[in-house]
């Protein structure tokens, strides 16, 4: 009997696709706390069917409908029954306390529930990249709780912990240096950061006295809250690692310092302070990288790859000898971050916190940051600037001029530095901005950092350092000089290694093979014992190109390779045709040789050759005499000819 | 850079070696003084003190700020960062002799792993064989004296060779092989003879490497399958259970053919996501295994679980753990060699990082004796010697393979032994 089976109505297509909440909280045998926990873990969120009328089987209003296949996947969460277990530890707990059984109230109490979401990690985020990729609101919600005030904190550990979680995070991102971008606005400070190749970006409030938010429910957040911090738990972990540090870091702790705690909690003290590393190991990827720099380029793109590069090591060595003193009024926490994570050294009042590391009267500090109008300016040697120029300067890539934020002055806009669209609107700060970046000199560190004579001239002499004005000397800078004096640090470089190589040479001609002379013994044949030499990385040409070749590849985004595919090919077709044309060019060469030789003129030249060491002269003027000869002959012989082409024209012309 | 060469630097020479101690007076040097040059000036010094004959004094070697001196002075201290102002303590030792080439002998095919004892040397080779040469003869007359035993063992390349009790004439070692298992041999020394104990039989892919603990009792393998197993050199029941097998089969003995009696693993522990490349036992109930997945991982017996991982950026070919300065170094793929200390729990990982080999390091070993000396071979046909506290130059470079070396050993304290892919063992006699 033929004919098609009939599927009862709601067991097919969009009507069974999609389930409502209700529905899934019966299926699942979970109240809706529950139910919404279990969901924010689990990552699983209502969804917006095609057609709403079939999909909520004809039933009237909105519905919150989760798809059938989503709810089935929690099915099989074992941390539902970690739920379950809360529960009827609650409902024991309620038993015991109304029959006023203390025992059983205790023993029930020690029974703990403890809700492991390590699996739920790993099943979420498979590679640790993707877990990077999704680290903008972890961060952003754990510091909103760790700067949440004291009347609201739920649960001290939790908030206890996000702080930690967070400190150990900006650690990473200073001893790292992969701040990118930062920017102030309403909401928070804005910082970008660039982990692993990856743009995570992350929102800290204001340090202001935060209330309790009306509308925001708690619990939901609080549950995101434990899951971002065991999320945060782990990437920590692996973010310590890559940096070849041990996971929970230690802070350096100074001798005199008066907290004398190691425990990582209080912000801008550690912040301050460098993570104990016993020994400095750099990656391999950064030699191969300047490696590169050294060889010159002409393709554009690559230029356009290289200068990005170059800025963001300028940018992760902004601050660099730079010594930084921050006013009270100022927010410590955000500065000394930002500061750190470009290179700079921090301090501040000792009174004011712990943390700080040297005082307002030391003469080597270079910029003082002040935030209120007016300033009597007690040291002439540093310039005193709003904190507006620290966060201008980072997002510039460069030392912005500080005349324009001294304190008092109207400050230009701070403009957002997320905004990268090109063909919008262009602020004339931004305009000024890429004005700058792209035509004039590029101000840099390096003509802060005073050397040690002039220091001490300084301790000698202030009176004389303090005459000058700062601003001269940051305007007589010239460019040119600093890339010469780039020059010479590169040259002095190569100098070193040469020397290098001489001192172990000499070694060796003294210790090279080494040979034992025993009689009885048997001379072994081909093994030898040599004294070892320094190691310097060897690499043929092939291998240069091919690291090159794949730094480019990595280098472009995948818009971008498509497009330096075509240049590559074209420019493989370019050398081919040349090649080709080289060839052909060496045939025609030999050719002509030949045929050089079988003319007249090359007979001479081969006659010539021949005749060296006799005398040439004469067999020379012969030579000419003849070649004369000849040439009047055929001079003569064209006059005939032009004669005789003239006559029959005007044969023709008479007989025409 | 003429003035620089001016500039003098004041340094303090301290030494371990009471024979060779120089007064404790700061003395001033130029700042680009070579290895020769501190020689010389420690050499006039003792000769001055004491009796010692100016050709008697040693050549040494200096430890500038923790590490050795092998450039000159400035370089290094530039190097290291630290200023020339202060006073420089700079400690001397007596520089280790040069190793001396002693021996090599053929293989038919590629020589996969040597371990050696006191008195015998045991190689695996790629021709499914094991062989067994004479310590004591290596060097001295035909290398056919040398030679003891040659052993038909596995059905498949052999992969790792280890001793485990040599106490007694009858000794034990264990070999793996690419055919999944490990066998368990006894040799009598006296007789010649060797018998096979058990085969061990659990891993489903290449057996890559082995490694008995401290007490001789029992050996772990690690394993292509990413796992390893722990194993019992010789369980007492098991043997029971072979003597009864035996009665029983005694009839059959014929037909079925001296079947060789199979093992299980005591433990099995999988953790790690590729092949295993080294293992070591750190301590009575603790192994440390490096694997290709980037990590190396302390596993602990006694909860048959993971204890600690150490995360690399590379993988690992080969570990190798000392008893006297009990840390790990380990072979890496881009060509270092790192060192880590597992007991260590802040700052940096990787303590250490040896750079001079050009290619893979396939192979580590610690020496015996010395806890700053360590042998590396890689894939760039060399063996090096190296110093710990000497992390840019190797003290030396031992020569002669042709082709990639496989396996270093420096169980024997005077004998550097490394098989290569080139059919050859070569020794190469240390000095201590």
Redesign the interface.
Known sequence: MGGTVKVKKGMKGEAYKYVTRTYAMKKLQLNPADFRRLCILKGVYPQEPKNRVKAQRGKHGIKLLYLRKDIRFLMHEPIIWKFRDRKIKRRRLLHAERKDDRDKRRSVRQFEIDPNLDHIILERYPTFIDAVRDLDDPLTTCFLFAKLCKSLRRKQTLVHMSNMLTVEFMHYVIAARCLKKVFISVKGYYYQADIMGQTVTWIVPHPLALLKPRGVNLKIMRTFLEFYIVLLGFVNY?LY??L???Y???IIQEAGDGKSSTEIGDLISTLNRPL????E?Q??EVQIDEHLMQEDDTDETILEVKRERDMDARQSKLFEGLKFFLGRETNLESLTFVIKACGGMVSWDKTFNCGSTYQEDDQIITHQIVDRPNVTRKHLSRYYVQPQWVYDSINARTLLPVQDYFPGASLPAHVSPFDTGEDRYIPPEKQRLNALRSGKPIQDASNFVRSAEEEELDRFDDVQSDDEDPLEQYQDYDESEYYKELDDDYEEDE??EK??DD??K??DE??EF???ERV???R????????????K??TTKEEDQLAELNLRKLRFKTKEKRFYEKLKRKEKQADAARERLAYSRILMEKEIAQKEATTREGKEKHFINELIGEDIKQKKEMLAKRKKERMASKAKLKKMDRKQIKAEERKKKQKS | MEEKKNIDVLVKFVTKQKQYAVPGVSVSVPADASNEDLNEIIKTYICQGSKIKAADVPTFDFIVEGQILRRLLDQHLQKLGKSFENVISIEYFERLPPPTPKESLNHDDWVSSVHSTEEWLLTGCYDNTLHIWDVKNLGRGRIKDAHKLKIPAHNAPVKAVTWAKTDSDVKTFISTSIDQSAYIWKWDSNTNTVDCVSRCCGHSQSVECVAVDQLKGLFVTGSWDTRLKVWAVDDKKQSTDIQRDKEEEGENKKSKGDKVPKTTPLLTMAGHSETVGGVAWTDVSEIASASWDHTIRIWDTDIGGIKTQIAGNCAFFCISWSPLNKTLITGCADNYIRLYDPRSSEGTLCQQRFASHTKWVSSVSWSSTNQFTFVSGGYDNTVKQWDARSPKAPMYDLIGHKKRVEAVDWSHSKYIISGSQDCTVKAYTAKN
């Not at chain 1, 104990?276 to 020994?279: A, G, H, I, L, P």
């Not at chain 1, 072994?524 to 190691?535: D, H, K």
């Open positions: 692996r690692q890559s070849n540090l041990q929970p870091p230690r104990v590393k016993t020994k190991i990656e391999d100098d070193d020397g290098n001192g172990e000499k070694e003294d210790e080494e040979i034992p009885n013994e048997r072994v044949r081909n093994m030898a014992v040599q004294r070892g030499s320094l190691f990385k060897e």
